[in-house]
């Protein structure tokens, strides 16, 4: 089975630019999350789906960010516009229902850096 | 308090040592916890989940809960120089809200 895609792996934008980062979950699963990684701050989730729903946005940083799951298979996350401190790597990651046994399974990431 | 902490490292063991990792966790409600591997540029690739306490046994690796003492730990066998990691300690809290650990970085030195 394929796992959580995600793309693209890599971007390089200008501040100001618009990003989009695209994620599909494991078929089934009916949770989805965003995650973002740096070294100063290590893995913070920035918000989560149920059923395509989203259920909690507060680790959002701001009003440039939004998130879309238009769909059971397809969720976006985008920047608008872009700043420096953006770049980091973005995760999203799939979890089958809510049962707190069950793990979430993540993506390869997109690295993004913004100059 | 974090809610899930674990120390940074990085902790260095010899090839064929046990490693051993832990993480304590505040919320006493807190029912089940995982344990991922990250390598450097990858992203975080579950290893073992535990919810009872006690130990939990897959291959070289054990996964330890004590909920009296609210620690959780892993323990790797053998060491291999491919262990060499982030390992980050995920629990859910009474609220079922996921938790991770700032992760311990883990160097086995041949």
């Known amino acids: 089975d394929a796992g959580v895609i995600q793309s693209p792996r890599h971007e390089v934008t200008e501040m100001g630019q618009e990003v989009t980062l695209r994620c599909k979950p494991i078929s089934g699963h009916d949770y989805l999350f965003w995650y973002r990684q740096t070294m100063m701050r290590g893995l913070e989730l920035l918000i989560y789906?149920?059923?395509?729903?989203?259920?909690?946005d507060s680790g959002m940083p701001e009003d440039r960010f939004s998130a879309k799951m238009p769909n059971a298979s397809f969720s976006t996350l985008k920047i608008q516009p872009s700043e420096p401190r953006d770049s980091a790597v973005y995760f999203c990651?799939?979890?089958?229902?809510?049962?707190?046994?069950?793990?979430?399974?993540f993506g390869p990431g997109t690295r993004l850096l913004v100059l | 308090q974090k809610e899930v902490e674990q120390n940074s490292g990085p902790l260095s063991v010899p090839e064929g040592a046990i490693a051993s990792l832990n993480c304590t966790y505040s919320d006493r409600g807190s029912q089940s916890f995982f344990w991922y591997r990250q390598y450097s540029g990858k992203s975080p690739e579950l290893i073992m989940f535990?919810?009872?306490?006690g130990d939990k046994e897959d291959g070289r690796f054990t996964a330890q809960l004590n909920k009296a003492s609210q620690y959780v730990s892993l323990l790797i066998r053998d060491s291999q120089p491919s262990d060499s990691a982030t390992y980050l300690c995920?629990?859910?809290?009474?609220?079922?809200?996921?938790?991770f650990g700032s992760g311990t970085r883990l160097s086995i030195r041949p």
């Open positions: 995920v629990g859910y809290s009474s609220a079922s809200k996921i938790i």
């Open positions: 789906f149920n059923n395509n729903v989203p259920i909690d």
């Open positions: 990651a799939s979890r089958p229902d809510s049962s707190t046994l069950r793990a979430q399974y």
């Open positions: 535990i919810y009872s306490n």
